[in-house]
């Protein structure tokens, strides 16, 4: 798959790896004629494009490893 955006109303169970559960549950749900607001979801793909195009993720993703777990300063820093 390489949309990058999916509409509730496209998706479905199968689609699980792509939108993740909650999408995956919410394109079930838009299926079944449940009150759904109208809505999409930005699929994984599009979420990979990003971190293997973006430069600063790298550096990000370096600081990221870094950080220690009790260190609450330096994780909201990062968040």
């Known amino acids: 798959m390489k949309k990058y955006v999916l509409n509730f109303n496209e998706?479905?169970?199968s689609d699980?790896?792509?939108v993740g559960g909650k999408g995956a549950n919410l394109g079930e749900a838009t299926k079944a004629s449940f009150p759904v607001?109208?809505?999409f979801c930005v699929t994984t793909e599009a979420y990979r494009q990003f971190i293997q195009t973006s430069p600063e993720m790298e550096e990000y993703f370096r600081r990221l490893d870094q950080v220690r777990y009790d260190d609450l300063k330096q994780i909201q820093e990062l968040g």
Do not use: H, M, N
């Open 16 to 18: 699980l790896a792509y």
């Open 37 to 39: 607001p109208q809505g």
């Open 11 to 13: 998706i479905d169970k």
